[in-house]
Nanobody
Framework: QVQLVESGGGLVQPGGSLRLSCVASGSIFSINAMGWYRQAPGKERELVAVIVSGSTHYADSVKGRFTISRDNAKNTVYLQLNSLKPEDTAVYYC??????????????????WGQGTLVTVSS
């Protein structure tokens, strides 16, 4: 069983910063990509940032303000959120595309989601 657990959300004033973390655990053979999505009330889930083999991609709305990074040794991805705006308020979800399993039981490709962490930007 593979799971992603996010942390770091909370209430912050406009212009403030937060750092989100997401740890992948379980029978993981390799992780191909990790990323962050968000879903604001009444809106569809959207991509925020993704990191694949060291290359990063950001949504236009967060470029220059958010930074995604990854610690491969810890199976962890981070999202540094700076200069936060009220429109950044959303539930932030971690996502990973990975290969799970062991030699004895076989391997399979999975896409896994975390449970989400709420970020609220308000004065």
């Amino acid at each position: 069983q593979v799971q992603l657990v996010e942390s770091g959300g909370g209430l912050v004033q406009p212009g403030g910063s937060l750092r989100l973390s997401c740890v992948a655990s379980g029978s993981i053979f390799s992780i191909n990509a990790m990323g962050w999505y968000r879903q604001a009330p009444g809106k569809e889930r959207e991509l925020v940032a993704v990191i694949v083999s060291g290359s990063t991609h950001y949504a236009d709305s967060v470029k220059g303000r958010f930074t995604i990074s990854r610690d491969n040794a810890k199976n962890t991805v981070y999202l540094q959120l700076n200069s936060l705006k009220p429109e950044d308020t959303a539930v932030y979800y971690c996502n990973a595309a990975l290969v799970a399993g062991e030699r004895s039981t076989g391997y399979r490709s999975l896409e896994v989601w975390g449970q989400g962490t709420l970020v609220t930007v308000s004065s």
